[in-house]
């Protein structure tokens, strides 16, 4: 009786792991760095969006980089934004700035539960001593949950 319980044991503890173990994964997707090659208010950025993916969520994010140095306070704002495979924007997070000299930025959208394929898409304000301009983020691959 304990062999025949022992032998049936080790396939629901083998099946639990590997449930838990697929839950746990998450696939990402990056869109190619963009690099804004111009001097934004004496700094020179560069960025990438990127779909995170598991089972259970999917979120994008954006994120940007001064290759100079450390922006200045409020010189970096990022949003990110995910769309489905129809081209529709589904989550967006608001703007993000640098509250101190940074090196990155992210910003990351909401998270939504709904199976489907995204991809990320995004923005990045950079200012230049007199406002901010915006250049786009070059679209992530698309993936699916």
Known sequence: MIRKL??????????????????????????????FGMNYGGYIYNGYCTITTSPS?????AIMSCTNGSASTGYMGVSAYMYNDAGT?????????????QV??????????????????GSFRMYNGSGY?????????????
């Not at 629901?12 to 998450?26: K, N």
């Not at 969520?57 to 994010?61: L, Q």
């Not at 301009?133 to 949950?145: K, M, V």
Request: aromatic share 16%.
């Open 6 to 35: 022992r032998v049936s044991f080790i396939p629901f503890f083998l099946g639990l792991f590997l449930s838990v173990a697929t839950m746990a994964y998450a696939g990402q997707a990056s869109s190619p760095v963009t690099n």
């Open 57 to 61: 969520f999917a979120s994008a994010s």
């Open 89 to 101: 924007c589904v989550k967006y997070s608001p703007w993000a700035y640098n509250s101190s000299p």
């Open 104 to 121: 990155m930025l992210t910003a990351t959208s909401p998270y939504t539960s709904v199976k489907g394929t995204y991809y990320a898409g």
């Open 133 to 145: 301009l915006e250049e786009p983020c070059a679209y992530s691959p698309r993936q699916s949950n």
